[in-house]
Structure formats: structure tokens, C-alpha cells
DNA sequence: ATCCAGGCCATAA
DNA sequence: TTATGGCCTGGA
């Protein structure tokens, strides 16, 4: 199936893409700037307001930002952040073929996608999401950019739905800020990290830019030697940010499939978990963990709750 | 109400 | 190298 584009004016539709949930990569996890709007979601992305909706079997965008993008750069935005360029179905017939649990993972929700989301962001929010509530993360973001980001609603946006959108802060705006301002946003104690990293980005002390150019392992070593970030939010920020889709995060839901579904070890170490994840999933890693950690906490959400008492 | 969440750091063995 | 406790807050 070969994909049909059509440009209009701040508006965009795309025919004909194959293995694409919307709604589902939207709200699995990785991204925390999306809201359901009736049936289309709205979102900042790297400064520009989207509004997506799947209808009639195809991606529908539209660019609702006070300063919109030219057609060329809309098109090349939307096609990177959803890697609509990428054989997704191919991707997911290859795990299927590897794993008789992912395949069942991907049987039950299939077309979930990887986002490339910007890495400061990406950063910023995993470090946000640690011990954290989904709900409770979405809100500490948005009052992030309400106090510290850019407006990006259009009038017209604004008029429309009600509602003022910011972009995500820069890393020198949120260190002209306090561990105190970033903390009444409901940081709560990540705020010493928070702005600890942005006053280190800002000063050239971190470059994100080059982490991403480095070996794997290497850039995941870059990461945790920062400040508040440890294996799970390096990983994130490689998978979610930087196109590495050997990463594996490891969170409490993975840990859960990995130890009983997987290990058949209720006290299996990360170390353990990792190890298996590279040699069964190898390069694909990443969707292995995104559809397994939706299946996990969706479908199997009370099964893997009543394994881990069991197992006490 | 009481409990604990999509971790990390420091400390201790 | 692996095991604990503390951190803060708001939803269930």
C-alpha cells in the first residue's frame, strides 16, 4: 500500500497508511502533550499545535499555531514525529515471528508507533513521570509551560476550543526560573533535578545533540550520569527521543510481564530482564516494550496484579 | 481514610 | 554488585 498526500492550506491528509493507531501511540505512555478533543487529539509538538484525528482510513493534521509552518516543514514535521516514512508492519510481522507473547500484544492492539518527540522535552517529562500518576505528570507539563513556555494557540484556536496552548520551555527559560518555581508546578522533589538539568543544558554542560549521535551504550551512559536520571528515563529518552529502538525501559509493568510471564522468577534483576530483552527482540527492543507495556496494563492489568500477590 | 504509583539517590552490606 | 529507605503528591 502506497501512501496518498494531500496539502491544504495549514491542513494535511495522508491516505493509505498501514500498521497506524492514532489514539492508541497518542495515550500508551510515551507522550504526555495530547488531549482528546471529540474525536481528534491536540498537541504541542517541538512548538507547533497539531490537531490529528483518524478518520475514514486516513491521518488528518492540521497546524493550529499562531505562527504556522510552511508546507514543506508541516509535512516533514508530521512524517518524523509518527515516522510514517518507516514499514511498520513489517516491523510488527518480525516481532510476531519472534515472540509468541509480543505477538499476542500486537494482536491486541497493533499499529501502536514509536513518536520521535524532541529530547529536552522527552528528558524533562521522564524525569517528571518517576513515581508519578499519568494524570498527575500531564498536569505538572502543563503547568510547566503555562508558567515558563511559549503561547503557540493561534486566535482562532483559541476562539474555537476555549483554550490557550503553550509550547514546551526552553532550557535557559526554565533556569531563569527557581528549584521553587518548577516545584509549586507540582515537580515536587524531581525540581532539583529539573533545574539542575536546565542550568546545565543551558551552560553547554549537557548537549543532548550529541548524546544522540553517540553508540548506544555510550549515550546511555551520557544520560545517567546526569542528575536525576537512571536506567528507566536514559532508556525513554533513547527510545522516545532519539530513535534507538534497542532500548528496552523497564518499568513496573515490563517488570511485571518480564518476571512472570517471561523469567518464570518473581525476583529476576533488571540486569536479568535486560539481557533477555536484547537477545530475544534485539533491534526492535523498543516496540517489544511499547506493545507489551499496553497489553500489560490494559488487557492484563488485573492477571499480572494477582501473579505479583501470589508470588509474595 | 490509607496506600502506593510508569524511579532515583544515598547508604549499607 | 545488589538491597533498603526516603522522597513528595494526588488519586484510587
Not at 478533543?37 to 483518524?54: C, P
Not at 500489560?296 to 505479583?308: H, I, M, P, Q, S
Request: glycine share 6%.
Amino acid at each position: 500500500m502506497t501512501m496518498q498526500l494531500e496539502i491544504g492550506t495549514n491542513r494535511l491528509s495522508i491516505h493509505g497508511v498501514d500498521a497506524f493507531d492514532l489514539a492508541n501511540t497518542l495515550t500508551c505512555g510515551q507522550a504526555f502533550r495530547w488531549w482528546r478533543v471529540g474525536n481528534a487529539y491536540h498537541g504541542v509538538v517541538k512548538g507547533t499545535l497539531l490537531v490529528a484525528e483518524w478518520r475514514d482510513e486516513s491521518l488528518h493534521v492540521e497546524d493550529h499555531s499562531v505562527t504556522k509552518l510552511c508546507p514543506d516543514d508541516f509535512v516533514g514535521l508530521v512524517f518524523d514525529y509518527f515516522g510514517l516514512s518507516d514499514d511498520h508492519a513489517q516491523r510488527e510481522r518480525s516481532l510476531c515471528k519472534r515472540d509468541r507473547i509480543v505477538a499476542e500484544a500486537i494482536r491486541y492492539a497493533p499499529g501502536i508507533r514509536i513518536l520521535r518527540q524532541d529530547p529536552w522535552e522527552c528528558l524533562i517529562s521522564f524525569i517528571i513521570s518517576a513515581r508519578n500518576y499519568i494524570p498527575s505528570i500531564m498536569s505538572t507539563i502543563v503547568r510547566l509551560c503555562e508558567r515558563f513556555g511559549e503561547r503557540v494557540s493561534s486566535d482562532e484556536y483559541e476562539e474555537l476550543f476555549g483554550t490557550r496552548r503553550y509550547a514546551f520551555p526552553s532550557a535557559s527559560a526554565l533556569s531563569d526560573g527557581s528549584v521553587e518555581s518548577i516545584e509549586s508546578c507540582g515537580a515536587s522533589y524531581r525540581a532539583k533535578y529539573i533545574y539542575g538539568m536546565a542550568q546545565l543544558v543551558t551552560t553547554g554542560g549537557a548537549d543532548l545533540d550529541l548524546i544522540s549521535k553517540q553508540p548506544y551504550e555510550e549515550a546511555r551512559e551520557s544520560l545517567m550520569s546526569l542528575y536525576g536520571v537512571g536506567p528507566k528515563i536514559a532508556e525513554c529518552v533513547l527510545l522516545y527521543s532519539m530513535g534507538r529502538y534497542e532500548a528496552f525501559p523497564i518499568d513496573t509493568w515490563i517488570s511485571r510481564v518480564m518476571r512472570f510471564l517471561y523469567l518464570g522468577n518473581p525476583r529476576a534483576s533488571v540486569r536479568e530482564m535486560h539481557e533477555f530483552a536484547r537477545q530475544r527482540f534485539e533491534d526492535l527492543a523498543g516496540f517489544a516494550q511499547q506493545y507489551l507495556f499496553h497489553w500489560a496494563r490494559t488487557a492484563k492489568r488485573a492477571y499480572l496484579r494477582t501473579l505479583e500477590q501470589n508470588s509474595r
